[in-house]
């Protein structure tokens, strides 16, 4: 079982990925730095930083990081000062459905509510109360840095303005990229299948609404939703804007009362039984049990028909990728990028070959730029398995950073620099105003130069 301690970093950087005032008990702790009238930095929280710094880079953060990771902390201590002084403030709504996520996740990282509570020696409700202050400062921070930042822009000249800053000898040398789009065929179900699956779920809602079986425990037994199943079938923070969830099903979701169990909802992954939990504004906490008709050969081949047909107009330059996929994609979720695939971590279409899906790194080597793979079987990473065939629309070799192959990458890190400046300034600008003290270890640390004066030691 991992101990406490480890449990504790884990949840600074799984759940939380901020700063914990209470993530480190068991490190002896003292008092770094306040700011203000009351917001302390304690030592527990600059070594739960550096536990994740370490795991992120597999080496011990230096002196030098250590101050780096202060003036961070010390930063956003004084971004809550400032939401507060101009009343930006989060609602309790607002926090809860954090924690709900960010604990969904967690759960998931672990494998169940159980396992989670075994490991932490908490329950869920206890880690709610542990980082409720946390989560709550962190999106107070977030919103006057978000004020902060909303009108920071860059222009091209600007970007080439930084590129031409770096030595030649210092450009950063890029990885292998690739792009990669794909036109989606969801098979179609025969309607004996399709009819059994929602004679499955009528079943199962009876068994639920009439002789009131635990919806929680009917979805871990019974549902096709790998993502939910371990939870007893819950989602939190369904938001009604939609936001990657099916229409149909947040349509029927929002119409519900608490506790209310749903009609069957037909969607494009299946049919849909769905319980309110709460109501929050624009934002919900949901349970829901998912049954999926099964496909059988004749409805993949019948997908694969389909793809060569597509194939054969794309090849004939008959229409172009963008237009396939809007006529003939029928997957949502895929459609969203305009058919381009993007990397799950960072939401880019243009992803790093070594990071890719052995499943399409595999298809690099036998295809050109421009081309079209045969029709393929491929798992949708949603529990499911499509069809498709992929375009290849470009593929950059290891090279060193340039504006033609890399402007994207190189646009983003001059924003980023244009965004920290900004920071500092507001730094500078702010800085007098505040009650900063510093612990006199750190205060030879370059990077706290800025809140020198204002320490009162």
Known sequence: ???????????????????????????????????????????????????????????????????????QIILQKMLVEQAERDSLLVSEEEVEGALENRLRYFIQQFGSKEKLEEVSGRTVFQMKEDYRDVIRESMMAEKVQGQLMQNVKITPAEVN????????????????TVEMGQIVINPAVSPELDDYARKKLEDIRKQIVVDKKDFETMAGLYSDDPGSRNNGGRYDGVSRRGGGWATEFVAAAFKLQNGDVSPIVKTQFGYHIIQMIRRRGEEADVRHILIKPEHTSADYKAAFMKLDSIRSELVAGKITFQEAVGKYSNDEMSNRTGGMIADPQTGSTTMEVANLDPSIALMIDTMKVGSYSQPQVFDNGRGDRSTRIVYLKSITAPHKANLKDD???????????????????????????????????????????????????
């Open 161 to 176: 303005a930084f590129f031409k800053t770096i030595p030649t000898d210092s450009l950063p040398d890029f990885p292998a």
């Open 407 to 457: 402007y994207a990458r190189i646009q983003d890190i001059a924003l980023q620099q244009k965004k920290a400046k900004k920071m500092m300034d507001w730094v500078a600008e702010k800085s007098p105003t505040y009650y900063i003290k510093i612990d006199p270890a750190y205060m030879d640390c370059e990077e706290l130069q800025a809140w020198k004066n204002n320490a009162k030691n």
């Open 1 to 71: 079982m991992l101990n406490k301690k480890i449990y504790n970093y884990l949840a600074a950087a799984l759940l939380l990925g901020v700063s914990a005032t209470t993530a480190t008990a068991q490190v002896a702790d003292k008092i770094l730095a306040v700011v203000g009238k009351n917001r302390i930095v304690l030592q527990s929280e600059l070594e739960v930083q550096a536990a994740q710094a370490a795991q992120q880079t597999g080496q011990e953060p230096s002196d030098k990081d250590k101050c780096g990771l202060l003036q």
